[in-house]
């Protein structure tokens, strides 16, 4: 029973194109986040949603929008899609209200735009 | 903002050996964090740690506050430990981590 499963695992799609990545937790937590890993595997926070309120925004293009629909849930959004846009994004949840609570991360989602 | 340095890169060592990665951060952390990348991509959560010392296995993390260093080691280490180990600083409780670059382990029979 997956804890973190975000869809799809590979999306190959062309610039300037509008694509969405789904992300979804059964674990009860209460934050969820967007990272992006980036050709030399270094990792980066892009977002973090809390109780469905954005509770961080790095300097991401506004091009990238989170949708949480409800906590168990927060999609990507990325609009005109640009060639540095191909990375690794991995969707993780935690339940910050609990000490010591770890991350869980999805799978990742491998985008190449081309 | 947290800089967050790991050491060494890459690290190839015998079956067997006794391993350690070092983390420095920085800014004072709520929490340090230290996760393991497999070649297939996935990345699963090793540690969480916020003061002292903790054992899962043959996995020992370690850290001291007052320094802003922690360390991962690696007891009896085997093949199937080859990964990607990363370190990562998270500031405040709902705050996105900062990671390391990473430390590239080969473990070789």
């Known amino acids: 029973d997956t804890a973190v499963s975000q869809t799809p695992k590979y999306l190959v799609t062309q610039m300037g194109n509008d694509k969405s990545i789904k992300c979804e937790q059964n674990?009860?937590?209460?934050?969820m986040y967007w990272y992006k890993q980036d050709s030399k595997k270094f990792l980066k926070i892009m977002f973090s949603?809390?109780?469905?309120?954005?509770?961080i925004n790095e300097t991401v293009p506004n091009r990238f929008s989170p949708k949480s629909p409800d906590k168990a849930h927060l999609n990507l959004h990325i609009n005109s899609l640009e060639l540095g846009d191909s990375a690794v994004y991995f969707c993780?949840?935690?339940?910050?209200?609990?000490?010591?609570?770890?991350?869980?991360f999805g799978n990742g989602t491998r985008l190449t735009v081309t | 903002k947290n800089e967050v340095e790991q050491s060494p890169q890459n690290l190839t060592a015998q079956e067997g050996e006794f391993i350690t990665i070092n983390c420095s951060y920085s800014?004072?952390?709520?929490?340090l964090h230290w996760l393991q990348q497999h070649p297939g991509g996935g990345i699963v959560s090793l540690f969480m740690?916020?003061?002292g010392k903790k054992k899962h296995g043959r996995l020992i993390a370690t850290i001291n506050i007052q320094e802003k260093h922690s360390s991962l080691h690696i007891t009896a280490s085997h093949p199937r430990d080859s990964a990607v180990y990363i370190c990562a600083a998270q500031e405040g409780g709902a705050d996105g981590l900062t990671f390391g670059k990473g430390t590239h382990l080969i473990i070789q029979p």
């Open positions: 993780a949840s935690s339940q910050i209200s609990s000490y010591n609570s770890p991350l869980h």
């Open positions: 740690l916020s003061s």
């Open positions: 949603y809390n109780n469905k309120e954005l509770i």
């Open positions: 674990l009860g937590h209460d934050t």
């Open positions: 800014v004072g952390i709520s929490a």
